[in-house]
Structure formats: structure tokens, C-alpha cells
């Protein structure tokens, strides 16, 4: 992960500039994304016997023009809090979630499914697992008030969507987002848990870690 977003960083500051178009912004993400797959591929490579097979989630965001442009590779997860709803704006790339799709699952049967934890665990893409990697882009516009959170499953696996919306909303009230931290921890912190916050004000935008 740490490959993955050193070189997604690096990208972004050197290629995003005011006045961007959607076209343009869609290619720097894809091409951040495709260098740092390629990066992490090639170092498993280099010691094929301790590190073959390793990869990592990416969900990454770039505000331009009063939009949010999304794109994510993994589970890790979007989600936008508006007017006091919250709205999940990626679909994660599970098996979980591709059963779901085809409709070999309904909800409720993954619920009382046996190997449920697998099924929502298992991902169909990663970044660095294979030389490519398939890409989800989204965009969605940014109004005055609004809240994007960018976060690892380690976070909203742990919190049911009521929760998660009111230590959001808590977080962005503190300016803090450590609250989110702490409650999925207090709840078990299976996972590595990362949460980003960027919101939108009426003077321009401001983003939490």
C-alpha cells in the first residue's frame, strides 16, 4: 500500500492544475493507478517466493471544478454525507458483491450465507496482484456542506451505515477524524483501518485524515 500511494501521490502533484476537464482528470487517475499496479506487480516479482501474489485497495478522489472524481480498485470504499444522508458512491470489487450483480444472491441469503466473511472478503481486483488491473471511475458534484469520505474496509466493516453517518458527522464537528478510528476499534478493529475526510465549505474545501 505504501508503493501504491507514493506513486499515486507523486502523479497527482505533478500532473492535476486548476481549469482540469473531466477527460483529463480521467486519465491522470488511470494512469496514476496503471503505474502504481505495474510498481507493485514488479517488486512481488523481485522476490516471487515472499511477496508473489501481494496487492493492495486504492479509493482516491481529485476535486475539480466543483466535482469529485472517484476512481477504486478493491473494497475500499466512497461515500458521500449530505444534508445528514449518507450515500456509499463505489461498489466494491468482492465476490461478495459479484454474486450479488448476477443475482446468485440476494441480500438477505448473504446475510445467513455460511461463508459469508469470505464472500465479502474475497476480492476480485487489487491493485499489484497481476500486470493490469480493472478500474472503477465516478464522479459526483460537490455542494456547499457536503462530506467525501475515503476509507478501508477495516473501517465500515466494523460500523454499521447509522453509526458510520453520526462519528462522521462527529469528526467533521470536532475537525477530527480519529473519532472514526476509535469507534471501529472499540468495536473489534479486525483490520487496518484508514478514513480521509474532505469537505466542502463555503470558502473552498478542507480535508481531515
Known amino acids: 500500500s505504501a508503493i501504491a500511494c507514493e506513486e499515486i501521490r507523486r502523479m497527482l502533484e505533478s500532473s492535476c ?46 476535486i475539480a471544478g466543483g466535482n469529485a472524481f472517484l476512481a477504486h480498485v478493491g473494497d475500499s470504499r466512497a ?72 476509507c478501508s474496509d477495516g473501517l465500515y466493516s466494523m460500523l454499521d451505515p447509522v453509526t458510520l453517518r453520526e462519528c462522521l458527522r462527529q469528526a467533521i464537528f470536532q475537525d477530527d477524524g480519529k473519532c472514526l478510528i476509535d469507534a471501529a476499534n472499540s468495536r473489534g478493529g479486525r483490520d487496518n483501518i484508514t478514513a480521509v475526510i474532505l469537505t466542502l465549505e463555503e470558502n473552498g474545501e478542507k480535508e481531515n485524515g
Not at 444534508?83 to 446475510?111: F, Y
Open 17 to 62: 492544475r486548476p481549469g482540469m476537464d473531466q477527460r483529463s482528470v480521467y486519465m491522470i487517475l488511470e494512469s496514476a493507478i496503471a503505474t502504481a499496479n505495474a510498481m507493485v506487480y514488479d517488486k512481488a516479482e523481485q522476490d516471487p517466493e515472499a511477496m508473489r501474489g501481494m496487492g493492495t485497495t486504492v479509493c482516491l478522489a481529485v
Open 79 to 150: 461515500y458521500l454525507l449530505r444534508g445528514g444522508e449518507l450515500t456509499c458512491l463505489t461498489k466494491d470489487h468482492t465476490l461478495a458483491r459479484m454474486l450479488l450483480d448476477q443475482g446468485k444472491l440476494t441480500p438477505e441469503e448473504l446475510l445467513h450465507h455460511p461463508d459469508k466473511n469470505r464472500l465479502m472478503s474475497s476480492l476480485t481486483q487489487a491493485v499489484g496482484v497481476g500486470p493490469h488491473t480493472e478500474v472503477d471511475y465516478t464522479s459526483c458534484r460537490m455542494e456547499p456542506g457536503d462530506a467525501l469520505l475515503l
